[in-house]
């Protein structure tokens, strides 16, 4: 099925560990997110892109990377693991035009805790 | 600067109305609508854009008053499928939205 993909769907890892959350899509989409829910609360978003080799921040993005190779892949890396980035995130996308006039299509998250 | 929503949570029994408002400091130009259930992705209900436009999916619509730089969400004689977590994302013209903290919605049979 045509969608957004992420990997892997829930890790537990150690202070200062570091991880790579995955996220593809095969709808062809310019424009992708990523976006941390903390329990009870809205999403925030972390990082966006919108077309490859094109990134930037959004309202969170201390302590997480982003890259932007293919139109498919928009992996986010997390150095230095802190229990303050313990969250269920959550990676979408959206078609260009370059506003917010398209629904996002979410993945089904991955429930990352720090311990 | 996120939106505001109320109420926080709603109660309801099958049959019974419901009103989601989104309230926004800044100039707007989109409402999104999702749904989220318990565990799972939130999923697209439907967008407003500038223009007063009403909406609807199923039993559920929407209107966007740009004055007021509001949006409600009016759920008409809910199911129990219309269970889950509301949200509204604003947009101001560029590439992102903004989200609220949701509204908690649960229906009784």
């Known amino acids: 099925n045509a969608g957004v993909t992420q990997t892997p769907k829930f890790r537990i890892l150690k202070i200062g560990q570091s991880m790579t959350l995955q996220c593809t899509q095969d709808?062809?989409?310019?424009?992708m997110y990523w976006y941390r829910q903390d329990p009870g609360m809205g999403l925030k978003l972390i990082y966006y892109s919108v077309g490859a080799g094109i990134t930037d921040k959004g309202e969170v993005p201390n302590g997480y990377n982003v890259s932007r190779s293919t139109t498919e892949d928009f992996p986010l890396r997390l150095e230095l693991a802190a229990p303050s980035q313990t969250s269920v995130y959550f990676c979408?996308?959206?078609?260009?035009?370059?506003?917010?006039?398209?629904?996002?299509?979410f993945g089904d998250g991955t429930r990352l805790s720090i311990l | 600067q996120q939106p505001v929503q109320s109420p926080q949570a709603v109660i309801l029994r099958e049959g019974e109305d419901a009103v989601i408002n989104c309230s926004s400091s800044?100039?707007?130009?989109?409402v999104h609508w999702y749904r989220q259930k318990h565990g799972e992705a939130p999923v697209f209900l439907m967008i407003?854009?500038?223009?007063?436009e009403q909406k609807g999916h199923e039993k559920i619509s929407a209107s966007f008053n740009e004055k007021k730089q509001q949006s409600s969400l009016y759920l008409t004689a809910s199911q129990l499928s219309y269970s889950g977590t509301y949200f509204c994302?604003?947009?101001?013209?560029?590439?992102?939205?903004?989200f609220g903290a949701g509204t908690t919605v649960t229906v009784r049979a």
């Open positions: 994302g604003t947009g101001g013209g560029d590439y992102k939205l903004s």
């Open positions: 407003l854009l500038k223009g007063g």
């Open positions: 709808m062809n989409h310019n424009y």
């Open positions: 979408a996308s959206s078609h260009s035009p370059g506003e917010s006039n398209q629904p996002q299509h």
């Open positions: 800044k100039a707007l130009y989109s």
